[in-house]
């Protein structure tokens, strides 16, 4: 009897290991830090310009329009009375000064009247007046911070845009597009601080475009820019007068963004293309 021959024992399976994901750090929730914004319970108020040590603002005959009423009427402050309007005071009603020291004038919220007052005054620079105004910190910061980040982003314009993108604002603007370009962004750089809203609307604005053209095409010698009128180099024939006083170029500019002179822009184009 054939004794059934042992098979060795083979290899053990090989066990593959379970890839193991990296742990992952547990997301760390910011911390909020905890504010209440301030309100201010008193309204200040400042002299625009000058005032002196103590300047007193006048009362007597003091008219403005009433337009729930749609009819002029007198207003006077007197702190025994509810009213500021003249007509609604008692005969017992007593007018008292209203005075800025130093420029300044601080009214609580218990003189509801005086607040009245000063806000319908016409010295108010709300109401047209150049005497004093409200000083309102959160709307002028938030002024500031316009001003101040819109200047940031003309700033930006001048550093991040290539050169080439740069000379038509640089001729829009009057500034040397021969110069160095590092000498090109310093000029446009002060004009973007100066005029920062002008500056970042001029990357947009049709006239940037064509006055750039218009100028080098007079630079090519294609048009020839006269006091009376802006002519065809080649023929001499008349592309657009020029009135007395203004300058030829801007007229030219103006005429090309017509719907008369939009072929006269397409020609200029077409032979700097060529030139080119």
């Not at 209440?36 to 005032?51: A, N, P, S, T």
């Not at 300058?247 to 719907?259: N, Y």
């Amino acid at each position: 009897m054939n004794t059934p021959t042992k098979k060795a024992p083979g290899r053990p399976k090989t066990v593959q290991p379970v890839a193991q994901e990296a742990p992952t750090a547990p997301v760390k929730k910011k911390r909020s830090i905890k504010r209440k914004e301030e309100v201010l319970q008193h309204k200040e108020y400042e002299i625009v310009k000058g005032g002196g040590i103590v300047y007193m603002l006048p009362q007597k005959g003091v008219t403005v329009y009433d337009s729930e009423n749609d009819t002029v009427r007198e207003i006077r402050y007197c702190p025994n009375e509810p009213s500021i309007w003249r007509d609604e005071q008692s005969e017992n009603a007593r007018r008292e000064s209203v005075a800025f020291r130093e420029g300044k004038l601080f009214v609580p919220k218990d003189k509801p009247n005086m607040r009245k007052f000063l806000e319908l005054h016409p010295h108010n620079s709300a109401n047209g007046g150049k005497v004093f105004r409200e000083v309102n910190k959160k709307k002028d910061a938030e002024m500031e911070l316009k001003k101040e980040f819109l200047m940031t982003d003309a700033v930006a314009l001048v550093r991040d845009t290539d050169i080439q993108e740069l000379l038509p604002i640089a001729m829009y603007f009057n500034v040397n597009i021969n110069s160095p370009a590092s000498e090109i962004r310093f000029n446009l750089l002060r004009i973007a601080k100066n005029k920062p809203q002008d500056f970042i609307e001029s990357f947009d604005s049709p006239q940037v475009q064509a006055r750039s053209i218009v100028v080098q095409a007079k630079d090519y010698q294609i048009i020839n820019v006269k006091t009376d009128g802006v002519y065809w180099f080649d023929t001499n024939s008349l592309i657009v007068s020029s009135p007395v006083g203004q300058d030829p170029v801007d007229v030219m500019v103006r005429f090309c963004l017509t719907e008369k002179g939009s072929s006269v822009l397409s020609s200029l184009e077409e032979r700097l293309e060529r030139l080119a």
